[in-house]
Nanobody
Framework: QRQLVESGGGLVQPGGSLRLSCAAS????????VGWFRQAPGQEREGIAC????????YYPGPGKGRFTISRDNAKPTVYLQMNNLQPDDTARYFC???????????????????WGQGTQVTVSS
């Protein structure tokens, strides 16, 4: 059974940093991609970053580009999202998602993933 569990969210002041973790289980070897997404109340879900577990290729659709970095540890296996210089607009529930296959990362980062975690809340406020 495939499972994704997020952790690391919380309350942070503007300009602060957080590192989110997504622990994956039940996937076939390293032949899958993982993405981070977020959704604020009343807003559409948006892709933040995606990574290939096989070759560590990365894709950043736009939100957080230059401030957020995705990485992976295949030994665990866990995917991280390092978020720096957080701003109130970054307040949202953050989800990780995963999909097996080797389609382009921009396709997966558009939300075309079947397996989703429950999310972790990130609140940026002074």
């Amino acid at each position: 059974q495939r499972q994704l569990v997020e952790s690391g969210g919380g309350l942070v002041q503007p300009g602060g940093s957080l590192r989110l973790s997504c622990a994956a289980s039940g996937f076939r070897g390293n032949f899958y991609s993982v993405g981070w997404f977020r959704q604020a109340p009343g807003q559409e879900r948006e892709g933040i970053a995606c990574i290939s577990m096989s070759d560590a290729g990365q894709y950043y659709p736009g939100p957080g580009k230059g401030r957020f970095t995705i990485s992976r540890d295949n030994a665990k296996p866990t995917v991280y999202l390092q978020m720096n210089n957080l701003q109130p607009d970054d307040t949202a529930r953050y989800f990780c998602a995963a999909e097996e296959g080797d389609l382009p990362l921009y396709y997966y980062c558009a939300g075309n993933m079947y397996n989703w975690g429950q999310g972790t809340q990130v609140t940026v406020s002074s």
